[in-house]
């Protein structure tokens, strides 16, 4: 009864801190623009299935998207796991969801073996990152502190799971000991539970105890700490794809507010007509984070500062200062500084910087060929090129700023209809002369 | 051999006529004006005679699709091109449109629509690849069997509306020898033109996107760049003429290569 109490009280605080931290991050998101709305549930359905659990986009790169995959299950396997070790410390019993038989065996026998495949791979992840110069996870963005989080969160995984295997090899060894009925297969932990060999009954019940309360609390812990860690991906990039944009890549999203002036300058009297109440004056574009959508800053809470987006970035590799990375990693980092500000005093706060200068420069937004490679990439689905875009958008159009040459462009595509600057009249030269042979012809 | 010249139908004249023909070839502002993709238009002209296709251009009337303006922020010169670009083919009745720009046919086809542009929109590659299926068009490798093709990626076909399969195939019945770049399909490197870089200087940087391309390209070994866009061609061109490989290697448009083996 006592360790239910505390069982109980160790969760509550947990939900709590987690409670505040949702709050938090509710009222963000409170703060962005509509982006659209989320129908055709069956096929968010299917490229959830395809490519969050699937991981089809992981093995773009073979070796480590394999690796990742196998952590990826391996969690998945695991939180049923967590489920069950909830339900034990609040109702007092141990491995209540043995009543499944089969299917608990299956669950822990693979649990059991996924603990160890994640682990060893966790190891080979902190010895790249440690020991091995990889340049995906270098960059003006990665500073130290995104390194350290990377470790921080690495190291607390492998913790998780070496405690996993400590609890799973102590439950083994005492009902060995105790002669009584094993729930769950345990490929792994029977071999190691030998060690125990020497050990008394109450040993291996002590050893149990605290494997168990190690491993709950870690994740308890661990929990807590992914919202403010880039590993926040672990919650959030399995909704983020679900919320996927399911239009062609190839696709810019239409601003309503700019087809509603240009009509009503192309005729005025309908135009007139058809518009509604008096529309608050929205600005043209994105210049500061209240500016982005719902979907971008959920993409930029999933993101997980892997690279592959950077790497794969023609800008990137031929030495300019975009990197698509940045850019979805400068959003939520705005968000953390001007969102508080933003909740607190209204939308009228203001910080004297913006999302647009003070974190991303002209000059990265301006080398975007709009390749579309980083969010082809992107194993979650983010969408780097429409922030760029998007604040392309409020340079031209709210501070008429673009490199020279794009503005004779502009001028040249409303004068006469090109982007250079030639006579519509000349359009059909190319016609005047072609030949076929004449044989062809018969 | 003899040549005899054709003429391009063209909308005004065919519709003034009261005939309305199924296509209309939407030549794009580089196939107007910009001298070396002007002949690009010209073979796929000859393609659709060749195909005795029932199809007109507008000529005087095509203007800007607003793409540059658009993926450079101006989205109020897009909506004024793209209206005003709707208008027009309500007024000739147009329900399909082929395009040989990969610029052209993306913000048609997905872009468009949103300004309530009722159309179907046709990349001219997998137009001839149906054309191929249906024995309509016929092509081998008599010409080209002895040249080693590889094919550049153009992002608004690709990644953007992924058009993989169909230049592949148009090109592995032309030549035994279509070889791969390194980073092809939905890897391929952008040829650094798109997002309105075509029109500007690069950014600083330590390399140009076009030379980074051409070298994957020359990796392969291959004597013709095949390309399917009239800004990667700007680019694959500059990129050989960089490298001083002009003497071995080509960049030739996909409908350029049909012409060559249709010996057309």
């Known amino acids: 009864m006592q360790k239910q109490i505390i069982f109980l009280i160790v969760l509550l605080l947990t939900l709590g801190v987690f409670t505040y931290t949702s709050i938090r991050i509710a009222r963000f998101f409170r703060l962005t623009k509509p982006a659209f709305r989320v129908r055709n549930t069956g096929k968010r359905i299917s490229e959830t299935m395809k490519v969050a659990f699937g991981q089809s ?11 990742h995959a196998l952590v990826f299950w391996g969690f998945c396997v695991i939180l049923i796991g967590s489920v069950e070790m909830i339900i034990d410390g609040l109702a007092g019993t141990e491995r209540v969801l043995k009543v499944l038989g089969v299917v608990y065996d299956i669950i822990i026998a693979s649990g059991d073996i996924f603990a160890l495949v994640v682990a060893v791979f966790i190891i080979a992840f902190l010895v790249r990152r440690l020991f091995l110069h990889i340049q995906r996870f270098e960059g003006s963005e990665m500073k130290r502190a995104s390194h350290i989080d990377a470790n921080i969160a690495l190291t607390l995984i492998l913790l998780l799971m070496l405690s996993l295997l400590g609890m799973n090899t102590a439950y083994y060894a005492s009902v060995e000991v105790k002669g009584a009925e094993l729930a769950g297969i345990y490929p792994v932990s029977s071999l190691i539970a030998p060690v125990y060999a020497d050990s008394s009954p109450e040993t291996i019940h002590l050893q149990h105890e605290i494997y168990w309360w190690l491993h709950i609390v870690l994740i308890f812990i661990f929990a807590n700490i992914l919202p403010y860690s880039k590993h926040f991906h672990v919650f959030m990039s399995i909704p983020n794809v679900f919320l996927s944009r399911l239009w062609p890549l190839g696709k810019m999203i239409n601003m309503d507010n700019i087809t509603r002036e240009v009509k009503m300058m192309m005729d005025p009297e309908t135009a007139f007509s058809e518009a509604t109440d008096e529309a608050p004056i929205e600005r043209f574009g994105v210049k500061d984070i209240e500016d982005i959508t719902w979907k971008n800053y959920l993409d930029s809470l999933s993101c997980t500062q892997c690279g592959r987006c950077t790497a794969v970035c023609p800008a990137n590799i031929t030495g300019k200062k975009l990197s698509p990375r940045k850019i979805i990693m400068d959003m939520r980092s705005r968000m953390n500084d001007k969102g508080p500000g933003l909740v607190r005093n209204g939308s009228e706060y203001n910080d ?30 983010i969408n780097h090129p429409e922030v760029i875009l998007g604040m392309r958008r409020y340079m031209v159009m709210e501070e008429g700023d673009a490199p020279g040459e794009v503005k004779a462009v502009f001028n040249n595509i409303e004068n006469n209809g090109a982007p250079w600057q030639y006579s519509s009249e000349d359009r059909l030269l190319w016609a005047d002369n072609i030949e076929v042979s004449i044989n062809e012809q018969e | 051999m003899e040549k005899k010249k054709i003429d391009v139908p063209v909308m005004a004249e065919l519709f003034s006529k009261g005939k309305k023909p199924e296509y209309l070839f939407w030549v794009g502002c580089a196939g107007a004006f910009d001298d070396r993709y002007k002949k690009v238009a010209a073979a796929f002209a000859k393609i659709l005679k060749h195909l005795d296709i029932s ?25 004024m091109q793209a209206l005003q670009n709707i208008e027009l083919f309500k007024t000739y009745e147009i329900k399909k449109v082929i395009t040989i720009c990969p610029h052209c046919y993306n913000i048609f086809k997905n872009e468009y629509p949103d300004l309530g542009a009722d159309f179907e929109v046709i990349n001219y590659l997998s137009f001839l690849a149906d054309m191929l299926h249906e024995k309509k068009l016929k092509l081998d490798n008599s010409v080209l069997h002895d040249r080693i093709i590889t094919y550049h990626d153009p992002c608004y076909l690709g990644r953007g509306n992924d058009i993989y399969d169909e230049p592949r195939e148009l090109l592995a019945t032309m030549t035994p ?10 890897n391929a490197l952008c040829c650094g033109a798109g997002g309105a870089q075509m029109f500007k200087e690069a950014e600083k940087g330590d390399k140009e996107v076009f030379i980074e391309r051409t070298e994957d390209a020359i990796d392969t070994g291959a004597d013709i760049i095949a390309s399917a866009c009239p800004f990667c061609m700007t680019m694959m061109t500059d990129g050989i003429k960089y490298k001083n490989r002009e003497d071995e290697m080509h960049n030739l448009d996909i409908a350029e290569l049909i012409v060559k083996a249709l010996k057309i």
């Open chain 1, 352 to 381: 004297s910087k913006s999302l647009l200068n003070d974190y991303i420069s002209k000059e990265e937004l301006w080398a975007c060929t709009t390749c579309n490679a980083c969010a082809k990439e992107c194993p979650i689905n």
């Open chain 1, 57 to 67: 986009k992981m093995f773009r790169l073979p070796v480590v998207g394999t690796m």
């Open chain 2, 177 to 186: 020898a279509l070889r791969e770049m390194k980073r092809n399909r939905s």
């Open chain 2, 55 to 79: 199809y007109a251009v507008l000529g005087k009337e095509e203007t800007c699709t607003g793409d540059p303006a658009r993926r450079a922020g101006n989205e109020m010169v897009y909506q």
